[in-house]
T-cell receptor
Framework: GIQVEQSPPDLILQEGANSTLRCNFS?????LQWFHQNPWGQLINLFY???GTKQNGRLSATTVATERYSLLYISSSQTTDSGVYFC???????????FGAGTILRVKS | DGGITQSPKYLFRKEGQNVTLSCEQN?????MYWYRQDPGQGLRLIYY???????QKGDIAEGYSVSREKKESFPLTVTSAQKNPTAFYLC????????????????FGPGTRLTVL
């Protein structure tokens, strides 16, 4: 089945810094989502982005489907950005979302 | 308020007991999903349902059972056959996963933390 790798596994930032999280996937996809899991466990949708670029406030995401990767950019990070960021994909022949292992982000004040 | 609710938030179970986790949605979504999350790991699919009275096994269905008698409800039973049930359980829904595009976006409930004593 499709494989998803996220990097880095762990990231510590000072408040106000920018960061880039990466998601590599092993096959063509028709669904790619980025999620933020807060410290209480709730998963929040950030982007539905199987291709192209989207922006929402301080967050933006780009998926280059032909090269099988997606990037999540966080600018001017805040302590509330802390948590785990997951990338999840569905392959063109698949019937389920496959999650990466996540990137743990800690933003220090 | 539209959304997905899960109950209880915390659940403690003795070994050998079956327990049922509740998941309800009022988003009018056709598809619903159950995931398991272990510490430091991503989510793994237990079961999913595309439509009422139909459900399919995911990657780790052994020791679990589900039902889908109503569109808005998808309860998960963790049976005594599940060898290591202590985990965080997340329920999700989407409009219809058979459709491509943004209609396939999954939305998650707040989760249930199950601990086996």
């Amino acid at each position: 089945g499709i494989q998803v790798e996220q990097s880095p596994p762990d990231l510590i930032l000072q408040e106000g810094a920018n960061s880039t999280l990466r998601c590599n996937f092993s096959d063509s996809v028709n669904n790619l989502q980025w999620f933020h899991q807060n410290p209480w466990g709730q998963l929040i949708n950030l982007f539905y982005i199987p291709s192209g670029t989207k922006q929402n406030g301080r967050l933006s995401a780009t998926t280059v489907a032909t090269e099988r990767y997606s990037l999540l950019y966080i600018s001017s990070s805040q302590t509330t950005d802390s948590g785990v960021y997951f990338c999840a994909v569905r392959g063109r022949d698949g019937n389920k979302l496959v999650f990466g292992a996540g990137t743990i982000l800690r933003v220090k004040s | 308020d539209g959304g997905i609710t899960q109950s209880p938030k915390y659940l403690f179970r003795k070994e050998g007991q079956n327990v049922t986790l509740s998941c309800e949605q009022n988003l009018n979504h056709d598809a619903m999903y159950w995931y398991r999350q272990d510490p430091g790991q991503g989510l793994r699919l237990i079961y999913y349902s595309q439509i009422v009275n139909d459900f399919q096994k995911g990657d780790i269905a052994e020791g679990y059972s589900v039902s889908r008698e109503k569109k808005e409800s998808f309860p998960l039973t963790v049976t005594s056959a599940q060898k290591n049930p202590t985990a965080f359980y997340l329920c999700a829904s989407s409009i219809d996963f058979r459709l491509a595009g943004v209609l396939d976006t999954q939305y998650f409930g707040p989760g249930t933390r199950l601990t086996v004593l």
